[in-house]
T-cell receptor, first 112, second 113 residues
C-alpha cells in the first residue's frame, strides 16, 4: 500500500460527459502528480501541483483541468469526454526534493 | 514529450535467466533515473534508482547500469523468477528539483517456469 488513495477505481461514462477523479496523497507529501496510462502511450505526465500551486504541465489537454486543495487532496476534471480518453489515470505524490513518486492504484475510465 | 526511449517492448525469459531492459534519454539535465515495476491492477512502484555520479547500483537481483556519455541506462534482473513477471518502466527527471518523472513506454516481462 503506497498510501496514495484514488477514487473511483472504475468509472464508465458516455462521450461528451464530464468526470472528476480524486486523489489523496500520502500524509505529509506536498506534491501531487497526475499521469495517464494507455496501452500505446505508456505513462504520460499530465500535471503537477505543489502545496496548492500548479508546478508543471505535461501533455494535458485543454479539456482537462486539475487543482489541489488546502488539505492537499487533488482532483482531475475531464470534460467533453471522447472515446480516446479511455485510460487508467494515476495520481502520485512525493516529498519535495526527492525523486521518488508513490503511485495510487489508479482510476480506470471507460468512455462509451 | 518522448524524452526517454525504452526497449524492448516485451521480453520472455526462462526462469533463472537474465532479463535486460534498456533505456536512452535525451535531456542532459536529467539527474535521477529510476526503474518502476507495475503488476496488473496496481500502480507502478519504485524498484531501484540511480543518480549519474555512479555507473552501477545493485540491490539484490536487480542492477542498474548507467552510461552517462552514451545517455543510456539499463536494468538487469539476475536469476529471473516467475514472480518478476510484470511491466517495467524506466524514467528520468531532475530529481533534486522535485520535477515530474518522464517515463519510457514500458517493457512487459514474462518469466516462464
Amino acid at each position: 500500500d503506497s498510501g496514495v488513495t484514488q477514487t473511483p477505481k472504475h468509472l464508465i461514462t458516455a462521450t461528451g460527459q464530464r468526470v472528476t477523479l480524486r486523489c489523496s496523497p500520502r500524509s505529509g507529501d506536498l506534491s501531487v502528480y497526475w499521469y495517464q496510462q494507455s496501452l500505446d502511450q505508456g505513462l504520460q505526465f499530465l500535471i503537477q501541483y505543489y502545496n496548492g500551486e500548479e508546478r508543471a504541465k505535461g501533455n494535458i489537454l485543454e479539456r482537462f483541468s486539475a487543482q489541489q486543495f488546502p488539505d492537499l487532496h487533488s482532483e482531475l476534471n475531464l470534460s467533453s469526454l471522447e472515446l480516446g480518453d479511455s485510460a487508467l489515470y494515476f495520481c502520485a505524490s512525493s516529498i519535495q526534493g526527492t525523486g521518488e513518486l508513490f503511485f495510487g492504484e489508479g482510476s480506470r475510465l471507460t468512455v462509451l | 514529450q518522448q524524452q526517454v526511449k525504452q526497449s524492448p517492448q516485451s521480453l520472455i525469459v526462462q526462469k533463472g535467466g537474465i532479463s535486460i531492459i534498456n533505456c536512452a534519454y535525451e535531456n542532459t539535465a536529467f539527474d535521477y533515473f529510476p526503474w518502476y515495476q507495475q503488476f496488473p491492477g496496481k500502480g507502478p512502484a519504485l524498484l531501484i534508482a540511480i543518480r549519474p555520479d555512479v555507473s552501477e547500483k545493485k540491490e539484490g537481483r536487480f542492477t542498474i547500469s548507467f552510461n552517462k556519455s552514451a545517455k543510456q541506462f539499463s536494468l538487469h534482473i539476475m536469476d529471473s523468477q516467475p514472480g518478476d513477471s510484470a511491466t517495467y518502466f524506466c524514467a528520468a527527471s531532475r530529481g533534486q528539483a522535485g520535477t515530474a518523472l518522464i517515463f519510457g513506454k514500458g517493457t512487459t516481462l514474462s518469466v516462464s517456469s
